[in-house]
T-cell receptor, first 116, second 113 residues
Framework: DQQVKQNSPSLSVQEGRISILNCDYTNSMFDYFLWYKKYPAEGPTFLISISSIKDKNEDGRFTVFLNKSAKHLSLHIVPSQPGDSAVYFCAASYRFSSGSARQLTFGSGTQLTVLP | NAGVTQTPKFRVLKTGQSMTLLCAQDMNHEYMYWYRQDPGMGLRLIHY???????AKGEVPDGYNVSRLKKQNFLLGLESAAPSQTSVYFC????????????FGPGTRLTVT
């Protein structure tokens, strides 16, 4: 049973327009949500996160929105640039029973292509 | 600073062979994690470690063993490789009490024939 779902395997957007990537989750225990970006043959790179007590977090061109009642989050990239073309993973986090080590549960990813 | 490095980058094994994947970090992070990524799926946690000498199972631990003899190194072992273990393996680290994000290495692509 997938606890974190990214239902769109791919998304194409024109350069300069907004990219919106979506993610749904089922487990109410998650207390943080993260977005990672991944280029081919590289490891995932952290992009932005949001606490479950917030509904929006912004960092430059990247904004993450969280709707707890709908168990839905989205990543907005404005304006989109060709260098943003990558696979974007949504991840949900909760703390293991002791200490601050965390379980990250990933979605299956969305391939974003930004067309020049 | 190299960050998180993984050795080797690629490997092909025959069924039944064994191997060890090495993750090394110079970030002085306490927590280390091993994930696998399969096509069309997200990363799944295999094992993790909260410090030198300690390890714990993650979501998909069967067929793997790990060791953390030194703080900077986290080893993932396959004692008897199976084709189902064909995957890309990623190591990650996290700072105790710091930001919640994990920092990933570049990955090891393993093929078991």
């Amino acid at each position: 049973d997938q606890q974190v779902k990214q239902n769109s395997p791919s998304l194409s957007v024109q350069e300069g327009r907004i990219s919106i990537l979506n993610c749904d989750y089922t487990n109410s225990m998650f207390d943080y949500f993260l977005w990672y970006k991944k280029y081919p043959a590289e490891g995932p790179t952290f992009l932005i996160s949001i606490s479950s007590i917030k509904d929006k977090n912004e960092d430059g061109r990247f904004t993450v929105f969280l709707n707890k009642s709908a168990k839905h989050l989205s990543l907005h990239i404005v304006p989109s640039q060709p260098g943003d073309s990558a696979v974007y993973f949504c991840a949900a986090s909760y703390r293991f029973s002791s200490g601050s080590a965390r379980q990250l549960t990933f979605g299956s990813g969305t391939q974003l292509t930004v067309l020049p | 600073n190299a960050g998180v490095t993984q050795t080797p980058k690629f490997r092909v094994l025959k069924t039944g062979q064994s191997m060890t994947l090495l993750c090394a970090q110079d970030m002085n992070h306490e927590y280390m994690y091993w994930y696998r990524q399969d096509p069309g799926m997200g990363l799944r946690l295999i094992h993790y470690s909260v410090g030198e000498g300690t390890t714990a199972k993650g979501e998909v631990p069967d067929g793997y063993n790990v060791s953390r003899l030194k703080k900077q190194n986290f080893l993932l072992g396959l004692e008897s490789a199976a084709p189902s273990q064909t995957s890309v393996y990623f190591c990650a680290t996290q700072l105790v009490g710091g930001p919640i994000e994990q920092y990933f290495g570049p990955g090891t692509r393993l093929t078991v024939t």
